[in-house]
C-alpha cells in the first residue's frame, strides 16, 4: 500500500515527533577534522522531527511509517546509496545527501524537503544520516561526477538525439527499459534490488526521474549507476560526446500524457 504523497510530510512529522528518543550514529566513530558538536545536535534534531518516522530510530528503514511505503525507506546502516557523483559501491558525497533530501526521489513517497528545511539543516541531517554506517569516516568517496559547475550541457540537436539512439540500441538500454522506453523490456520481470525486492526499469516516458529529470541528473545517472539493477556506464560510455547523446535521447522519450493518464497511469505497463 503506497502512501499518498500529500499525507507524507505529515505522518513524517507525527510519526517522527512522537519519538522522545534516537539511537543513531552520535556514537560512530569519525576519522578526520574535530567534530561539530552543534551540527551533530542540528541533524539529530531534524532527523527525529522528518525523517524518524520512515527511516526509523536506527536508520535501518524500519520505521513506524514504513510498512505503508512501497518502496520501503532508504537503510542508511548498509551505507548503499543509489543517488550518487561517486564510484559505483561508494559511499556518495555529503553534498550528494543534500541533494536527495532537497529534491526528494520522484516517482517514490521520499518528499522534497527543500521548502521545509534551511540549507543548514538539510546539510546537518546529511551528515548524520551517513553516520548511521560503519563505513563513514572509514572510507574516502571516489568522486566521479564532476560539480554541476564543471558540466557542460550541448544542445539537444536533433543529430545528437539520433546518435543518442544508436547508443541506446548499442548497449542495450532496451532489454530492460524497452524498445521505446517504457521500462518494459525482456528482462524488466527479474530485476530485483540490493535487499532482494522487485524492481521496475524506469519508464522513460513518463518523465519522471527518481534522481532528478535535468540532464545533469541523467547524466549523473547514466555515469554512476544506481546499484545492483542499474549499472555504471563510466567504462562502456568514456566519450563525453555520447554520454550527452545518449541523456538527449533519453530525455527525448517522455511524452506529454492526458490528465487521467498522469492521475492514475502506472509508471510501467507489463506488456
Same mark, same amino acid.
Given at each position: 500500500?503506497?502512501?499518498?504523497?500529500?499525507?507524507?510530510? /505529515?505522518?513524517?512529522?507525527?510519526?517522527? =515527533?512522537? %519519538?522522545?528518543?534516537?539511537?543513531?550514529?552520535?556514537?560512530?566513530?569519525?576519522?578526520?577534522?574535530?567534530?561539530?558538536?552543534? /551540527?551533530?545536535?542540528?541533524?539529530?534534531?531534524?532527523? @527525529?522531527?522528518?525523517?524518524?518516522?520512515?527511516?526509523?530510530?536506527? #536508520?535501518?528503514?524500519?520505521?513506524?511509517?514504513?510498512?505503508?511505503?512501497?518502496?520501503?525507506?532508504?537503510?542508511?546502516?548498509?551505507?548503499?546509496?543509489?543517488?550518487?557523483?561517486?564510484?559505483?559501491?561508494?559511499?556518495?558525497?555529503?553534498?550528494?545527501?543534500? @541533494?536527495?533530501?532537497? &529534491?526528494?526521489?520522484? =516517482?517514490?513517497?521520499?518528499?522534497?524537503?527543500? +521548502?521545509?528545511? +534551511?540549507?543548514?539543516?538539510?546539510?546537518?541531517?546529511?551528515?548524520?544520516?551517513? #553516520?548511521?554506517?560503519?563505513? *563513514?569516516?572509514?572510507?574516502?568517496?571516489?568522486?566521479?561526477?564532476?560539480?554541476?559547475?564543471?558540466?557542460?550541457?550541448?544542445?539537444?540537436?536533433?543529430?545528437?538525439?539520433?546518435?543518442?539512439?544508436?547508443?541506446?540500441? $548499442?548497449?542495450?538500454?532496451?532489454?530492460?527499459?524497452?524498445?521505446?522506453?517504457? =521500462?518494459?523490456?525482456?528482462?524488466? $520481470?527479474?530485476?530485483?534490488? &540490493?535487499?532482494?525486492?522487485?524492481?521496475?526499469?524506469?519508464?522513460?516516458?513518463?518523465?519522471?526521474?527518481?534522481? =532528478?529529470?535535468?540532464?545533469?541528473?541523467?547524466?549523473?545517472?547514466?555515469?554512476?549507476?544506481?546499484? +545492483?539493477?542499474?549499472? %555504471? *556506464?563510466? &567504462?562502456?560510455?568514456? %566519450?563525453?560526446?555520447?554520454?550527452?547523446?545518449?541523456?538527449?535521447?533519453?530525455? %527525448?522519450?517522455?511524452?506529454?500524457?492526458?490528465?487521467?493518464?498522469?492521475?492514475?497511469?502506472?509508471?510501467?505497463?507489463? &506488456?
Amino acid at each position: 500500500m503506497r502512501a499518498p504523497m500529500g499525507t507524507l510530510l /505529515l505522518l513524517c512529522a507525527a510519526i517522527g =515527533g512522537c %519519538s522522545t528518543r534516537v539511537e543513531g550514529p552520535e556514537a560512530t566513530t569519525v576519522a578526520g577534522p574535530a567534530r561539530d558538536l552543534a /551540527l551533530e545536535a542540528e541533524g539529530r534534531r531534524v532527523y @527525529r522531527k522528518a525523517c524518524l518516522g520512515c527511516h526509523g530510530e536506527r #536508520g535501518d528503514g524500519n520505521g513506524p511509517g514504513a510498512r505503508m511505503l512501497d518502496p520501503g525507506p532508504r537503510n542508511f546502516v548498509a551505507g548503499v546509496y543509489k543517488f550518487r557523483s561517486t564510484s559505483s559501491g561508494s559511499l556518495p558525497l555529503v553534498e550528494d545527501v543534500e @541533494r536527495t533530501i532537497a &529534491e526528494g526521489v520522484r =516517482g517514490t513517497t521520499m518528499p522534497a524537503w527543500k +521548502s521545509h528545511l +534551511s540549507r543548514r539543516e538539510r546539510h546537518a541531517v546529511a551528515e548524520y544520516v551517513l #553516520g548511521f554506517s560503519d563505513r *563513514f569516516g572509514q572510507e574516502i568517496p571516489e568522486r566521479l561526477v564532476p560539480p554541476e559547475a564543471e558540466l557542460k550541457v550541448p544542445a539537444p540537436t536533433p543529430a545528437l538525439i539520433e546518435q543518442g539512439r544508436g547508443i541506446y540500441l $548499442r548497449l542495450q538500454c532496451a532489454r530492460c527499459h524497452g524498445e521505446h522506453g517504457r =521500462g518494459n523490456g525482456p528482462a524488466a $520481470r527479474d530485476l530485483t534490488d &540490493e535487499e532482494g525486492r522487485p524492481q521496475r526499469p524506469l519508464d522513460f516516458t513518463v518523465g519522471i526521474y527518481k534522481g =532528478g529529470g535535468r540532464p545533469v541528473d541523467v547524466y549523473r545517472t547514466f555515469v554512476t549507476g544506481l546499484g +545492483s539493477t542499474m549499472p %555504471s *556506464f563510466a &567504462e562502456a560510455l568514456p %566519450s563525453e560526446d555520447e554520454r550527452w547523446a545518449l541523456v538527449h535521447y533519453v530525455r %527525448s522519450l517522455s511524452r506529454k500524457k492526458g490528465v487521467l493518464e498522469y492521475l492514475f497511469g502506472r509508471q510501467t505497463n507489463w &506488456e
